[in-house]
Antibody
Framework: QVQLQQSGAELVKPGASVKMSCKAFGYTFTTYPIEWMKQNHGKSLEWIGNFHPYNDDTKYNEKFKGKAKLTVEKSSSTVYLELSRLTSDDSAVYYC??????????WGAGTTVTVSS | QIVLTQSPAIMSASLGERVTMTCTASSSVSSSYLHWYQQKPGSSPKLWIYSTSNLASGVPARFSGSGSGTSYSLTISSMEAEDAATYYCHQYHRSPPTFGGGTKLEIK
């Protein structure tokens, strides 16, 4: 069964960084890009960027350049999203999803990030 | 970037009622790259309709999608209780991919 397993909730202090994971199961990891989205509480979705494990191609939304960094550990079929210099605006739920064609067919459960002192 | 505007933002429907919600793009989107997701509180979004009119696996046949260019819609032929959710349209015609603000569908 195709699944994306995301890491648990994070409580982090302003100015710190956080790194969350998205582990793929049930398919050949290098076949499809992994996309990342941000959802503020009760709001819509924003695309952060994507990572293609086949060729390590990485794309970012201009808005998140300098804020987000995507990396991979192919041995464990895991893509990581690291957010730096956190502020209260970064408090949100972060989702990873598999891109199939032009849509996102499988989503992780989300990682909640709370930035608070 | 392409802005997707969904209307209405919130709507309520009685069980058995026909429901239609719309998604308007700020510039033309290929119908192959316009999709819909359903999200319920506390859950992640689920792919619901892809490429304008194709139902994702497990989606009931009472759902349908249509449209072209800058105007798209999602229709439920007969509202059921389990359909109460927020629906988001999404385009990947041009990067960055964008989502609409969502239509929250409630039961009247």
């Amino acid at each position: 069964q195709v699944q994306l397993q995301q890491s648990g909730a994070e409580l982090v202090k302003p100015g710190a960084s956080v790194k969350m994971s998205c582990k793929a199961f049930g398919y050949t990891f290098t076949t499809y890009p992994i996309e990342w989205m941000k959802q503020n509480h009760g709001k819509s979705l924003e695309w952060i960027g994507n990572f293609h494990p086949y060729n390590d191609d990485t794309k970012y939304n201009e808005k998140f350049k300098g804020k987000a960094k995507l990396t991979v550990e192919k041995s464990s079929s895991t893509v990581y999203l690291e957010l730096s210099r956190l502020t209260s605006d970064d408090s949100a739920v972060y989702y990873c999803a598999r891109k199939l064609g032009g849509y996102f067919d499988v989503w992780g459960a989300g990682t909640t990030v709370t930035v608070s002192s | 970037q392409i802005v997707l505007t969904q209307s209405p933002a919130i709507m309520s429907a009685s069980l058995g009622e026909r429901v239609t919600m719309t998604c308007t793009a700020s510039s033309s989107v290929s119908s192959s790259y316009l999709h819909w997701y359903q999200q319920k509180p506390g859950s992640s979004p689920k792919l619901w309709i892809y490429s304008t009119s194709n139902l994702a696996s497990g989606v009931p046949a009472r759902f349908s999608g249509s449209g072209s260019g800058t105007s798209y819609s999602l229709t439920i032929s007969s509202m059921e209780a389990e359909d109460a959710a927020t629906y988001y349209c999404h385009q990947y015609h041009r990067s960055p991919p964008t989502f609409g603000g969502g239509t929250k569908l409630e039961i009247k």
